[in-house]
Nanobody, 124 residues
Framework: VQLQASGGGLVQAGGSLRLSCAASRSTFSIYNMGWFRQAPGKEREFVAAISWSGGSTYYADSVKGRFTISRDNAKNTVFLQMNSLKPEDTAVYYC??????????????????WGQGTLVTVSS
């Protein structure tokens, strides 16, 4: 499956952005999905994940209560709503998909397909 992330941009601290990740395959609904981010000079880190049905969601502690992951299987798209953004949220955000379970959801190795990334810059 091919993944195309979009929605990044420049926003002031306290603002909001909504990222989208569109999948090329009609079998999108069988994939568990995740969002990761990589800040300059840092390793890629887990942000959020959602099960194939949308019934289960998981978040990194750093974004819990501010970010919301959701999906629309009819549109083959997963979203990341980001509110109360902070300068430390500045990073390239990547979406990822796996047809396996989410037992390794916080690890890059737990995903089979990756999008190209979209840049989010939060100014102070």
């Amino acid at each position: 499956v091919q993944l195309q992330a979009s929605g990044g941009g420049l926003v002031q601290a306290g603002g909001s952005l909504r990222l989208s990740c569109a999948a090329s395959r009609s079998t999108f609904s069988i994939y568990n999905m995740g969002w990761f981010r990589q800040a300059p000079g840092k390793e890629r880190e887990f942000v959020a994940a959602i099960s194939w049905s949308g019934g289960s969601t998981y978040y990194a502690d750093s974004v819990k209560g501010r970010f919301t992951i959701s999906r629309d299987n009819a549109k083959n798209t997963v979203f990341l709503q980001m509110n109360s953004l902070k300068p430390e949220d500045t990073a390239v955000y990547y979406c990822a998909a796996t047809y396996n379970g989410l037992g390794y959801r916080v690890s890059e190795a737990g995903y089979d397909y990756w999008g190209q990334g979209t840049l989010v810059t939060v100014s102070s």
